[in-house]
């Protein structure tokens, strides 16, 4: 194919150097997580990647398949998502990757304004937008 390619992967890459992170805790489903695709971008540009324990990942996965993409937004996952993130930032990170679109829409930035995120849609937006513009 000749057209131009954007992988997210690069774009949230570019943005955790941007703000200065050197190691990025990875929220996702069990695929962005344990799948090299998107962990091999981030550390390709010199960024430590941590996730989340195997029980929060399950965790992480199930609310994106049973929940999030069904509409179903509840307090309970929000805190445990948010317990999951803060957990992510006791271990190292300087910035969590919402690394699946759906977290940003039931974690929101007043929901837990002291932690750093990067919500994979806003990022991938901005990153086409100016690759068109450019």
Same mark, same amino acid.
């Given at each position: 194919?000749?057209?131009?390619?954007?992988?997210?992967?690069?774009?949230?890459?570019?943005?955790?150097?941007?703000?200065?992170?050197?190691?990025? =805790?990875?929220?996702?489903?069990?695929?962005?997580? #344990? *799948?090299?695709?998107?962990?091999?971008? %981030?550390?390709?540009? $010199?960024? @430590?990647?941590?996730?989340?324990?195997?029980?929060?990942?399950?965790?992480?996965?199930?609310?994106?398949?049973?929940?999030?993409?069904? =509409?179903?937004?509840?307090?309970?996952?929000?805190? #445990? *998502?948010?317990?999951?993130?803060?957990? %992510?930032?006791?271990? $190292?990170? @300087?910035?969590?990757?919402?690394?699946?679109?759906?977290?940003?829409?039931?974690?929101?930035?007043?929901?837990?304004?002291?932690?750093?995120?990067?919500?994979?849609?806003?990022?991938?937006? #901005?990153?086409?937008?100016?690759?068109?513009?450019?």
């Amino acid at each position: 194919v000749d057209l131009p390619l954007l992988h997210v992967g690069d774009a949230v890459a570019e943005e955790a150097i941007t703000r200065g992170a050197r190691t990025v =805790g990875l929220l996702g489903n069990r695929v962005v997580t #344990e *799948l090299p695709f998107y962990r091999a971008k %981030l550390e390709s540009r $010199g960024l @430590d990647v941590l996730t989340p324990s195997s029980a929060d990942r399950d965790f992480a996965h199930r609310i994106v398949f049973d929940e999030l993409s069904h =509409g179903v937004f509840t307090e309970q996952s929000r805190n #445990e *998502l948010i317990r999951i993130m803060r957990s %992510l930032c006791a271990g $190292g990170a @300087d910035i969590i990757i919402l690394g699946c679109t759906e977290y940003g829409l039931l974690v929101t930035d007043t929901d837990a304004p002291d932690i750093p995120r990067l919500d994979t849609n806003a990022v991938y937006i #901005e990153a086409v937008a100016k690759a068109i513009l450019d």
